[in-house]
């Protein structure tokens, strides 16, 4: 029921609309992203074996679940380096 | 385990993920299983209610607590990156980096999981007490998630950081929380008014029920008054406190529906983006229930 009343949600249809936008992935692109998955994100060698797409998506989702976390709980931002990286 | 093999040696501060991921349809877990407390020594009670050997409608309870606690562990799959405007003019530079970073843009939600997980671990041990009293930060919690994520939206997220940076004039009553949730999220227009109308009442109701064992109780709020002072001998608290939690979880969990109502409409959003290149959040993807 809930469902239904969301049906003409304008944030959701502009949502879906923005993901129709992109086009779906073939095998070789999918190959490929997993590729740079490992390399640029989780850096194990053994990871570039793994095929099943559901230990992938767990491995990532794994992943940006720690991000989020670990990134909630900051305490103390060394603004100095900020700064110079920055160069404000 | 030996008391110093306990703690970390390096000051370092460790985070644990719990993931499950479903290819089939999900199947019924304890709750000790969801919070990844199965190796935990629970005590003889914990043990016992997590058995067969329990009466079936406190089975079914905690069947659905366990289903609630899972759901509300996914919604961190849906937040969206930022927390809304931010004031350019500023002249907290330590505010302005956390704004413009995003840094601790979920910290409400991931502590009331901590509350929510320690509560569970004290219900498991029999310290019903200890339960309800974790249970309302917990519930402050879920709702300062969704209420300071909309505030930010609508206004800007100084104030957020400003209270949790430690300014108390930016904190935040639970009332006045769910009242702001209420009037300013845009999805509720379509959504059933008398519905929405019981939901929040519920919600207060269930707030104010906690409160009591917050603060001073009188007598009649007193654990002890009810239950003894010898541990966990009446069950009517037991199962009071039970159906409590279960209903909790329930509005919780509707109040972040009607906040995030794309978690209905689930997507394949590996198949659009690749593995890591997508949108931060905002979709559920297959694999979530």
Known sequence: MLKKSFEDYSIKKDLINFLNSYSILTDDEMEESWKEAVSNVFKKEDYYKITDH??????????FRAFRISSSYIRDIDLERFNHDFQL | MKFYTYFNDDNSIAFNVFVELQTTDPKEMNIAEVFNL???????????ILSNDIPDGLKKMLSSISWGIRTYICYQDIFDSGLGSYEEDIDDVELFVRQICDFNRNYCYFESLTYLKEAIICLLNGNLLATMVLLRPFLELAIAEIYWNLKSYKKSSSQFYRWLLGD?????????????????????????????????????RIYRKLCSYNHTPILNE????????????????????????????????????????????????????????????????????
């Open chain 2, 168 to 204: 108390i004039r930016f904190k935040q009553g639970f009332t006045n929380m769910l009242d702001y949730f209420y009037s300013n999220c845009d999805a509720l227009s379509l959504l059933d008014k008398s519905g929405l109308q019981n939901n929040k009442k519920d919600l207060k």
């Open chain 1, 54 to 63: 559901a230990v992938r998506v767990t491995l990532c989702k794994t992943h």
């Open chain 2, 38 to 48: 199965a190796n935990i020594s629970n005590s003889e009670f914990g043990r016992s």
């Open chain 2, 222 to 289: 007193s654990i002890t008054s009810h239950a003894g002072n010898t541990g966990v001998k009446d069950h009517r608290f037991l199962s009071n406190l039970i159906c409590l939690i279960n209903e909790m979880l329930f509005h919780v969990n509707l109040i972040y529906l009607i906040k995030y109502p794309m978690t209905l409409f689930p997507q394949d959003i590996y198949r659009r983006f690749g593995y890591y290149n997508g949108p931060v959040g905002l979709f559920f993807d297959e694999f979530n229930y």
